[in-house]
T-cell receptor, first 115, second 116 residues
Framework: DVKVTQSSRYLVKRTGEKVFLECVQD?????MFWYRQDPGLGLRLIYF???????EKGDIPEGYSVSREKKERFSLILESASTNQTSMYLCASRRRTVHSNQPQHFGDGTRLSIL | AQKVTQAQTEISVVEKEDVTLDCVYETRDTTYYLFWYKQPPSGELVFLIR??????QNEISGRYSWNFQKSTSSFNFTITASQVVDSAVYFC?????????????FGKGTRLSVIA
């Protein structure tokens, strides 16, 4: 079974702090993704990566950056946390196959509160 | 641009009733993939099914069935004889093309409550 592990289930930080959310997958997947989930808005894509050191902006990248130095790890960085970044953050990974789009496998999520 | 609409925000049914969750999608690609995920109260998204645009065959898996209709751009999900354990938020998603790199775009989800 695919295992996507997010470093924290719950996290509380202060406004202005630099925040790191870590995600590790154990299935050698090429693609990794960060979403945030808010009530009434569903899942919105922040950033994704289709290979090591590669990154692509999603729909709402402002205020965030990412790092993918190793294939198994994809980090989301809040450069200067703000209260409107209080949310549930979900990491996902996916195997890349030729001529098909595989399902994404998700971690348990990190509920981040910015005070 | 791709878009997924789940018009039903919340549905409440009594146990053993059948329930259908609607999903309508928009895409300009002729090749695309559709997905359904379940998010129980514990929070993790669980993959349920994937369907590609060239396969309009409906699928049944136990109490779950899916109806894919390209003519109406819909991919609806029916739960037969619902149970309390079916209570969750259900998401429909779309991924265009077949390069293997395109992210999933999700609908806003439908919260299903099954009452005993």
């Amino acid at each position: 079974d695919v295992k996507v592990t997010q470093s924290s289930r719950y996290l509380v930080k202060r406004t202005g702090e630099k925040v790191f959310l870590e995600c590790v997958q154990d299935m050698d997947h090429e693609n990794m993704f960060w979403y945030r989930q808010d009530p009434g808005l569903g899942l919105r894509l922040i950033y994704f990566s289709y290979d090591v050191k590669m990154k692509e902006k999603g729909d709402i990248p402002e205020g965030y950056s990412v790092s993918r130095e190793k294939k198994e790890r994809f980090s989301l960085i809040l450069e200067s946390a703000s209260t409107n970044q209080t949310s549930m953050y979900l990491c996902a990974s996916r195997r890349r196959t030729v001529h098909s789009n595989q399902p994404q496998h998700f971690g348990d999520g990190t509920r981040l509160s910015i005070l | 641009a791709q878009k997924v609409t789940q018009a039903q925000t919340e549905i409440s049914v009594v146990e053993k009733e059948d329930v259908t969750l609607d999903c309508v999608y928009e895409t300009r690609d002729t090749t695309y993939y559709l997905f359904w995920y379940k998010q129980p109260p514990s929070g993790e998204l669980v993959f349920l099914i994937r369907r590609n645009s060239f396969d309009e065959q409906n699928e049944i898996s136990g109490r779950y069935s899916w109806n894919f209709q390209k003519s109406t751009s819909s991919f609806n999900f029916t739960i037969t004889a619902s149970q309390v354990v079916d209570s969750a938020v259900y998401f429909c998603a779309l991924s265009e093309g077949n390069s293997g790199n395109t992210p999933l775009v999700f609908g806003k989800g439908t919260r299903l409550s099954v009452i005993a």
